[in-house]
């Protein structure tokens, strides 16, 4: 199975931050990567497909990026409705992976 | 606008089953793959099981392979969730979900417990 390593498990951030989340491939997916924030008591939200790409909705702000096998989530200029757990997806081949999640939490 | 309704879940004991329904609207339900993900409580998210637009082709995660079956009925727009012998570590909120996937539903809970 491959396997997605997610950094940081915990983010501390001031509003106005920008903040950066990465998940590391265990093996090649392309660009099969997508990210997702989960905040309390609600469903995930899509966020970011083929590793750069804004999904329908989603603020200018995040940002998406690649380089070899790491992927990463970014947040210019945070605010208080981006606090919330992120989780990025590889749907490159079955079983689909999940990193572990990193919460976004106010510094 | 999509929507994705889950329904069917509750509390069962451990080596029983239970059928989750996932009713879809606000698309051309024939025309996508859906999928199960599920999370434990205060736990990440764990793809489950995935089906085909036309059900040709199930992929499932190798902890349910054998136990849980995953169809649907495109004439009813509906995707469904067998869940046979159930365990504990089955615990879970249940999300249906299209595609690779984008949209989810709301969530069911399912509690595997005497």
């Known amino acids: 199975d491959i396997q997605m390593t997610q950094s940081p498990s915990s983010l501390p951030a001031s509003l106005g931050d920008r903040v950066t989340i990465t998940c590391r491939a265990s093996q090649d997916i392309g660009n099969y990567l997508r990210w997702f924030q989960q905040k309390p008591g609600k469903s995930p939200r899509l966020m970011i497909y083929g590793a750069t790409n804004l999904a329908n909705g989603v603020p200018s702000r995040f940002s998406g990026s690649r380089s070899g096998s790491d992927y990463s989530l970014t947040i210019n200029s945070l605010e208080s409705e981006d606090m919330a757990i992120y989780y990025c997806l590889q749907h490159n081949e079955y079983p689909f992976t999940f990193g572990s999640g990193t919460k976004l939490e106010i510094k | 606008e999509v929507q994705l309704v889950e329904s069917g879940g509750g509390l069962v004991q451990p080596g029983r089953s239970m059928k989750l329904s996932c009713a879809a609207s606000g698309f051309t339900f024939s025309n996508y793959g859906m999928a199960w993900v599920r999370q434990a409580p205060t736990k990440g998210l764990e793809w489950v099981a995935t089906?085909?637009?036309?059900?040709?082709?199930?992929y499932y995660r190798d902890s349910v392979k054998g136990r849980f079956t995953i169809s649907r009925d495109n004439a009813k727009s509906t995707l469904y969730l067998q869940m046979n012998s159930l365990r504990s570590e089955d615990t879970a909120t249940y999300y249906c979900?299209?595609?690779?996937?984008?949209?989810w539903g709301q969530g069911v809970m399912v509690t595997v417990s005497s």
């Open positions: 979900t299209r595609g690779y996937p984008d949209y």
């Open positions: 089906i085909s637009y036309d059900g040709s082709s199930t």
